[in-house]
């Protein structure tokens, strides 16, 4: 079973089930990913340090228009203005300072979603605080892209979700299989780079 057909099986209200997250180093041209989205699966554009952020942002936006996927701007709320991208995700750092209301009255006037990268439960108090839509839970299993870092593990998972009392995504090592190994109603949605590259 793919990653996309045990999205399909969640209950996600206004937030995307599926998430593609880019990454310069792992996935250095998202856009034939993007192009094997279904239809309702959003995009998360990271590619921080790239020269061609701008130029690669543009294009994902005409391309996921085209392809009815969401675009959500990871750190910059004035390019995802810019775009005319559906929300704004906020990496835990930029969530924790008190800079943030340029990029919260931008994402109210423009009903635009907010997600909020959070790596403890501290981090989704704070995400909930925000008043996110959702919090991308990381790393849920060892993962390439943390190699060393402690993995939560699906049970802490689980406890963590429910006592979040918001929608929680999951990310970090996250495919098809591990995906399953999730307790079902703990994860409002699935996050990935490699397995959906």
């Not at 045990?6 to 998202?30: G, H």
């Not at 543009?58 to 701007?73: C, D, K, Q, W």
């Not at 999730?182 to 397995?195: E, F, N, Q, V």
Request: glycine share 8%.
């Amino acid at each position: 079973m793919t990653l996309a057909n045990t999205a399909r099986r969640l209950n996600a209200s206004r937030i995307p089930r599926l998430i593609l997250v880019t990454d310069e180093i792992r996935l250095s041209d998202p856009l034939a990913a993007i192009r094997r989205l279904p239809r309702g699966s959003a995009v998360l554009l990271r590619h921080y340090g790239s020269p061609e952020r701008l130029k690669l942002a543009r294009i994902m936006a005409r391309l996921t228009r085209i392809r009815r996927l969401y675009l959500l701007v990871a750190a910059d709320w004035r390019l995802a203005a810019r775009l005319g991208a559906d929300g704004v995700h906020l990496p835990e750092g930029l969530a924790r300072h008190a800079v943030l209301a340029p990029a919260l009255g931008w994402r109210r006037r423009a009903n635009a979603l907010l997600t909020v990268a959070c790596h403890s439960p501290p981090a989704l108090a704070r995400a909930r605080a925000l008043g996110a839509d959702a919090a991308v839970l990381s790393p849920v299993f060892p993962t390439q892209s943390h190699s060393g870092a402690k993995a939560i593990g699906p049970l802490r998972f689980a406890q963590w979700s429910r006592r979040a009392r918001m929608p929680v995504i999951a990310l970090g090592g996250i495919t098809g299989a591990t995906a399953r190994r999730l307790p079902p109603g703990t994860a409002a949605g699935l996050a990935a780079i490699g397995a959906l590259a």
